[in-house]
């Protein structure tokens, strides 16, 4: 069975191991987005980095499928997080219809440019980000700017873009950014995750089909790839991703996330690191 890697080299065992860490790494990525609105895409995007580069594909494209892939997985997780958060009137639509457009819009402009961004480009924007949302999520509060969103049309809409824009070269959902931006305005934890899972879904989308047109021809990519994304990667941690994304949005509600919040963080920096050294 080919899963989108060249496993000519590599006996069954080797395969077996490989499948089965993409399925942990589902879980994982499920399990988090429901639980802490980061997506998935934090644990997603270097597991996928590490996995393709032990089947020595080229370096100038692994950092880019990494994070397609990803942003191709977060969008049936989002849909399964949003589902569950919306049930427990989590989702705020006003924010959604107030940044939507401008997450949008930066997402599809980050996908696109990623043509021309090299893949240590990428590695360092996710493991200098990563480093700043790690210890963002050491700290025993988050910082508070105000205690309200900015009246600002136009301040929110850029605020927004930035984090489409980023989320979008990181192969994350979101919620990684937008759930500490909103609770440093105070917005209601809860609601906050909650709406990140929506705004994942449009950070997913069109980035994909930026990274899709990018990476149509390019060489070196793995067998059965669309564009940047790796359909036989999606196909094994997606489904997982999305069945157990509603296990981590009713742990949101169940737990204290403040001890699993210190174990990310840490996993968090420690992964950050070991990309910039990359």
């Not at 990519?221 to 991703?241: E, Q, T």
Request: hydrophobic share 55%; charged share 5%.
């Amino acid at each position: 069975m080919n899963f989108g890697f060249d496993t000519s080299i590599f006996d069954g065992l080797t395969v077996a191991m490989l499948v089965a860490g993409l399925a942990i790494t589902g879980v994982a990525s499920g399990v988090l987005a429901g639980l802490l609105g980061v997506g998935g895409g934090i644990v997603i995007v270097p597991v996928l980095f590490w996995v393709l580069a032990l089947f020595h594909f080229s370096p100038a494209v692994t950092s880019h499928l990494a994070v397609a892939t990803s942003l191709a997985v977060i969008i049936p997780t989002s849909i399964s997080s949003m589902r569950s958060h919306n049930k427990r009137g989590n989702v705020d639509r006003s924010l959604l219809n107030l940044w939507g457009p401008a997450i949008f819009v930066s997402a599809l402009i980050g996908g696109i440019m990623s043509k021309f961004i090299p893949g240590a480009g990428l590695r360092l924007v996710f493991g200098v980000v990563g480093l700043l949302v790690a210890v963002n999520m050491a700290m025993p509060r988050n910082l508070v700017i105000s205690d309200h969103l900015p009246r600002s049309g136009w301040i929110n809409r850029a605020i927004a873009a930035v984090i489409g824009f980023v989320s979008s070269l990181m192969g994350i959902g979101g919620g990684t950014l937008s759930v500490p931006t909103l609770s440093s305005f105070s917005f209601p934890v809860h609601r906050a995750v909650g709406t990140s899972s929506a705004l994942g879904l449009l950070i997913a989308l069109p980035a994909v089909a930026g990274f899709i047109w990018s990476g149509l021809e390019v060489a070196g990519r793995p067998p059965l790839s669309l564009g940047y994304v790796s359909l036989p990667a999606v196909a094994v941690i997606a489904p997982i991703s999305f069945l157990f994304a509603p296990l981590g949005a009713r742990l949101a509600h169940a737990l204290n996330p403040r001890y699993l919040k210190l174990a990310f963080a840490f996993f968090l920096a420690i992964t950050a690191g070991r990309m910039l050294l990359s």
